[in-house]
């Protein structure tokens, strides 16, 4: 049997059926298609009790169609990831029950008791776990999937398995280039135009995300998640999870630290103008500041007790390498949330935590900011010797002036 | 058939005549094994006016036996690297006349016109153009596997395609690890221990040669020859060859500079003490450290026109990004010239521009200058800002005491 597309909700109950054994024989189960499904088709099917998730990959972007092919072995790509994230934090991501290659469908745990990260933020909902559960996401996939961890066969047979070219195509060109030029898959508001053209002008910026780029062409350091925003993480108040790590290849770890902490950033520039008392809205700030905080020392504590009690090689086990290596991953990470930031600004998909402001005015006031706050960490993301020296500088920005 | 290593002249001779048109039908030939073949069976096959060679790899190393087993692919590796190579600098590399993947052979050029760089360096031989040819092969072997050339899919896929974790693993354990510690495999003079008792406890230089580690682990940059040291490099009045690719991965490009600069440092350092007269001797050095110029300089000025004539990625065209690339780039070259001349001078593997000074004193006064700047290189290889920067600090280091 070859690929074929579910073409009916038979297909996906049969299939449903077929790998996993949640459901009783003689169970109804019904299927509704859901997910924001830009790129693939999601199927949730359930039964009288419980449910499950089918995600199918198409050999080109849903949203697009046969003219933007993408490689289907995206989905296995992703199903590979989830497994091996779970083997070192099984609580933060969806149980894969079932990856078929020949249907390029996965089959996993259904995490509906959870809501869209970007969806609690623009709605200021603080998430007493967040900082800590991503903390620890990332050092554990980071670490695991890194040299301090894995030996020369390992991990290289690593890079070979998650090479990812389509994929990482798209984000080289929407994080690296097309905001930093006047390219038509940019989509800019019109208030924001002379901010944008300044920005392209800016020599300095440019070389400071060239070699961004280049580190996530070249680097590779750890497994990536490789789109870590906050449409990809799922929360409640007692857990998280970690969705959609279809990017997934072998690049530089703070490529995935600086994207989540990019959309720390993109909302609290939302939350200046979002609707809502103000007073309120500063405090979701400073909450976001403070979880940013304790993301990244939830993120370094881990790295280091993992370098202390898990690195065999004596030349990586060194404390001073320890050292050395947390400070330019911070600068790293600063540097690529820097690049989140922007993209999402002025590049071809913005988001909801400045998309939802309604006045034209008020949103051009939070996506200056974004654009500033962007720079500020791409420029000056090697001056900052802790997270709390960037939190402080970024606090001062908001609030004393 | 199968693999089946060559067991006489009579298998050797056979394979030369089907894979090559050089001989006629009725022309007796005659085999030499050849080589310093520590790893690999490496044979001469000669006719009345003509030759070619054959190399074959066993699935362990020769020298040791069934003891190591190193995996036959690097044979695969070679003969992909050496007409990669050959495809942008053919005057610089031996031409393949065959690749066989079962017998796990190529059948190539003979280069015997050409003598070994090493040798000719402990003899003095000033080659006046040697810098130019390594700088153009360096400049265009690694430029046009980079990213700065190839387009995303094409350098995942030469990622891919160079995965080559057996031999990458003696690097990285006899040049990042073996010297730093009192590893077994070391082979240390005597009289030197001190010295490398002293290198042992450094702990800022252990630092660095972990940064430069890491980097040979994660940074794939451009296809590296790998093993590019003057044993690898066979010269005369007239033309250079670079031979025996087998150690050729992606990787940081950097190491290549570095090993072949590391090589010019060894024999310098092998200059204050190998016999013969002391002004010749001291001629030779200067010699080198201007021959090290024209090896960057050419470099740089070709990689530099490289970039502007066939770099396609925008963001990596500015001019202030080749700037920063070469100076980055220096910096790495002149770090891992220096961890060459340390692994040389305490690791495993010795080289004849010191091992053959025959009084021990002498031959540690040279040890010990070669572990001097070994270390200077490393400590201080991001304080050069030009090459010249560099050989002014070696003369004065040599000549001014």
Same mark, same amino acid.
């Not at 073409?7 to 077929?18: G, K, L, P």
């Not at 088709?41 to 499950?52: E, I």
């Not at 198409?58 to 490689?71: F, H, K, T, V």
């Not at 309604?358 to 654009?371: F, G, I, M, Y």
């Given at each position: @049997? ?17 790998h996993?054994?949640?459901? *009783?024989?003689?169970?109804? &189960? ?10 693939n !088709? ?11 998730i089918i995600k199918q990959a ?14 289907q072995d995206r989905i296995r790509i992703e199903a590979e990831a989830l497994q091996l994230e779970a083997k ?5 991501v969806p149980k894969v029950y079932h990856y078929d290659a020949e249907q390029c469908a996965i089959v996993m745990e ?8 970007? @969806?609690? @933020? ?6 007493? $776990? ?14 695991? +999937?890194?040299?301090?961890? $894995? ?10 398995r998650f090479?990812n ?5 798209? =984000? ?43 580190? !996530? ?6 497994l ?19 969705i959609d790590p279809e990017f997934a ?44 905080? +304790? ?11 993992? @370098?202390?009690?898990? +690195? ?9 390498? %320890? ?9 790293? =990470? ?25 006045? %034209?005015?008020?949103?051009?006031? *939070? ?16 001056? !900052? *010797?802790?997270?709390?020296? &960037?939190? %402080? ?9």
């Open positions: @049997m070859s690929f074929k597309q579910f073409s009916s909700d038979t297909d996906v109950i049969a299939f449903a059926r077929q996993s054994d949640l459901f *009783s024989a003689d169970e109804p &189960l019904k299927v509704a298609e859901i997910g924001d499904g830009n790129i !088709f999601v199927y949730r099917v359930s039964g009288a009790t419980t449910s499950l198409l050999p080109y972007i849903r949203i697009i169609g046969e003219g933007w092919p993408l490689s070192y934090c099984p609580d933060l259904d995490i509906s008791a959870f809501g869209n990260l970007r @969806m609690a @933020m623009v709605q200021r909902q603080k998430l007493p $776990l967040l900082g800590e559960h991503l903390g620890r996401f990332l050092a554990d996939t980071l670490f695991y +999937t890194s040299d301090l961890y $894995l030996d020369g066969h390992a991990k290289k047979a690593l890079v070979q090479i070219p389509d994929l990482c195509k798209i =984000s080289e060109e929407l994080f690296f280039w097309d905001p930093y030029c006047d390219h038509e898959r940019n989509s800019i508001n019109e208030h924001l135009r002379a901010d944008a053209e300044a920005l392209w002008q800016d020599e300095t910026l440019k070389l400071e995300v060239a070699r961004l780029k280049i580190k !996530f062409l070249n680097q590779a350091e750890s990536l998640h490789g789109d870590l925003h906050s449409g990809s993480v799922f929360v409640n108040e007692s857990g998280t999870k970690i290849y072998v690049g530089p770890a703070g490529f995935d630290i600086g994207s989540i902490i990019g959309n720390y950033v993109l909302n609290i520039a939302g939350q200046s103008n979002l609707p809502g008392d103000q007073a309120e809205r500063q405090d979701y700030q400073q909450w976001l500041l403070a979880d940013m905080n +304790t993301l990244w020392n939830t993120f370094s504590r881990c790295y280091r007790q993992h @370098m202390q009690a898990e +690195t065999q090689d004596p030349s990586l086990r060194q404390a001073a390498y %320890a050292e050395w290596y947390l400070a330019e991953l911070l600068a790293d =990470s600063l540097g690529y949330a820097g690049t989140e930031v922007i993209r999402r600004t002025i590049g071809l998909a913005h988001v909801l935590d400045i998309e939802s402001i309604e006045d %034209a005015q008020q949103r051009t006031e *939070s996506e200056r900011l974004a654009l500033t706050l962007g720079q500020l960490l791409i420029k000056e993301r090697a001056s !900052f *010797s802790s997270i709390e020296a &960037l939190t %402080a500088k970024l606090t001062k920005q908001l609030f004393c002036h």
